[in-house]
């Protein structure tokens, strides 16, 4: 399983096939499952197995022999024109007889903390937990943290360990069924049992953020049980909520995302309720998730899928597509002051079919980086652009996968000298969800001449 650069962008043009997962806004677009930003597992495995008919151990990875290193690349590109690409060939990360993807990541300074779905037997799979050197080496055991139905979790680091949050299946013993949070060492080792968030069993969507000497956040959207609504939960900084979740939006939402800057947590999401569905909301709230102000942000943008959010250089970077006039799904990046001053809303350029963003971050000293998903004529890649707190976009580049397989979820962490991209390739993709074969990939990226 290999993959190669390609500068640029790849293609113009898609042919969609399946649902977005209820992430479109509305009947403008039809997203393939593995288009979704961040929630590329949508469809889940099939089949009518109970939650207690499969353990953490039966659909969970072999510690042993399921994170590789592949070979280097020898075709692989090792340095583009502009000087920033691969520092190294990529690398295959997971290997295993059941399809691994999904990641999302975090960069400690040293490493990276990778989460992961297997995906298990009938309906339920496994959320993994792995480390990787800053080198790209797997680093210690993998950790199977929890069950779950869908890909619903997000990464952080509290600045002496990992803390994980993950949209649990119901648990054949206790019949908890929603969001939990485990504290994890810094060696990736569980510290006691995840903590059990009441009242959360008809969660959508998550995303969940860290702030030392402030604690966390989790936004979750509900309509899982039919009720809509956005909610923020505050963490305190041993991982423990903070009193009752706080109502940020009472109408549907969708794709949430959420960080923190400049003292308080941006929450960005997407309002289906528009003419042209969907808008993009944001809004800075304190440190018990209440709203402390709502930014006004143009409406009836047509934006579909999530939205993704980072921040450095005193500003919020909100990353989000949208059906431009030619009907083709086409990132965005608005960038907002640590105030909530809208500063401009540039074009992110890269992908020439339908683009779909992935992930948003901050690169240390002065990017931020918009992860894509692109499609064109049955061929998915990933790919990266940069763009500074201005607006001014750097050279965007394309990984693509070999032969027929697809290269989908890109996530980013890490600095500007040494940035991990995680995605996953399929050797053989279908419109019903990931093959077996389906394994995470990672590419450093960074200064190479």
Known sequence: MRAFIALGAICAGLALTTACGGDTGGDTAVLDARMVGGDEGDLGPQGDVAPSDVSVADAGPDPTTDLAVAPPDAEAETCPPN?????VPPVVLTVGERAQHSPRVV???????????????GQI???????????GLPVGEIHAIGEAKFPRYEIMWNGAGYVAVWLSARDPVTGFEGLKVLVMSGDGTPIGSPLEVQSTFDVDRISAAWAQLQGGMILYSRGAGGADGLYAQALNEGAETMGAPQQVSATKA?????????GNWGAAWLDPSSE??????????NERGVTDRNVQLPVN??????VHVAFGGDTFGVAWSHLDEAGKLAPKLTIIAGDGTVQATPDVPGPMGFGAVMDASWHDPGFFGVAWQDSFE???SVGLTRINPVGVAQDPFTIIA??????TGLATAGSISNLGAFYTVDPAPSPAGFSPGAQINLARIGPCR
């Open 107 to 121: 960069w400690t300074g040293t490493e990276w903390g990778v989460i992961y779905f297997s995906q298990g037997v």
């Open 125 to 135: 799979g496994v959320v993994n937990f792995s480390r990787v050197s800053a080198e």
């Open 301 to 306: 943008v047509a934006a579909q899928g999530s």
């Open 254 to 262: 969708t794709g949430p995302a959420v960080t923190f800057g400049n």
């Open 402 to 407: 070999d032969g027929m397989g697809t290269a």
């Open 276 to 285: 042209a569905p969907s808008d993009v909301k944001f809004a800075l709230l």
């Open 378 to 380: 049955g061929k998915v």
């Open 83 to 87: 000087g920033y690409g691969y520092k």
